[in-house]
Every structure is written in structure tokens, then in C-alpha cells.
């Protein structure tokens, strides 16, 4: 298939446009995935202030004091309405008031 000179110029438009439209929708939908719902009844309760390097394991585990850090860990993730374990340094992470290290 052969294009002609205004053809060629069309095209590299409409896949310039497809390019440009879809970068938007993705710094888009990158700027919603940022925001944070804040969770009622946070009040009163302990936290952790996230460092580098700290993983929701260690932080548990540190809580803990010789119990399961794993169901820590499931209840600190319930509680701060995570999906995973991955924390970013500077987050404030609320724990249960139940933890062994705050008795």
C-alpha cells in the first residue's frame, strides 16, 4: 500500500494525537492513584512514623516482642486500609493499641 505525501502527514498526526491522548490519561490516572483516603477513627490511636528502609514485617516484628508479627502485620495493614505490604518512608502508620510493646 502505497501513501501519498498528505496521506503520510495524516497519519503521523492521528498517531501523534493517540500518543499525546494517552500520556494525559495515564498522568492522569497516576495522580488519582496519589491520594489517600483518610480512615475515621484514627483518633487516639498509637503510630510509626515510616523511615527508609523500614518494611510493615520489621515494624511488626519490633511491636510484637516475641509474639506472631503476622497477624500484626494483617491488622496494621486492616487498619491503615493497605492492600499490600509496601509502606513508603514518611507515612504514618497507625497500630492497634493492643501491640505487646505498648502495654
Not at 498526526?13 to 483518610?38: K, M, P, Q, Y
Not at 483518633?43 to 516484628?61: Q, S
Amino acid at each position: 500500500m502505497r501513501l501519498t505525501r498528505r496521506g503520510r502527514v495524516v497519519l503521523v498526526v492521528v498517531v501523534a494525537l493517540l500518543s499525546l491522548g494517552g500520556f494525559w490519561l495515564g498522568t492522569r490516572a497516576a495522580g488519582h492513584a496519589e491520594v489517600r483516603v483518610v480512615m475515621a477513627g484514627h483518633a487516639g490511636l498509637p503510630w510509626v512514623e515510616v523511615h527508609k528502609g523500614d518494611t510493615l514485617w520489621e515494624i511488626a516484628d519490633a511491636l510484637s516482642e516475641g509474639d506472631d508479627p503476622g497477624a500484626l502485620v494483617e491488622d496494621i495493614k486492616r487498619l491503615n486500609g493497605l492492600s499490600d505490604s509496601l509502606i513508603r518512608p514518611g507515612t504514618r502508620i497507625y497500630v492497634p493499641k493492643d501491640t505487646a510493646a505498648l502495654r
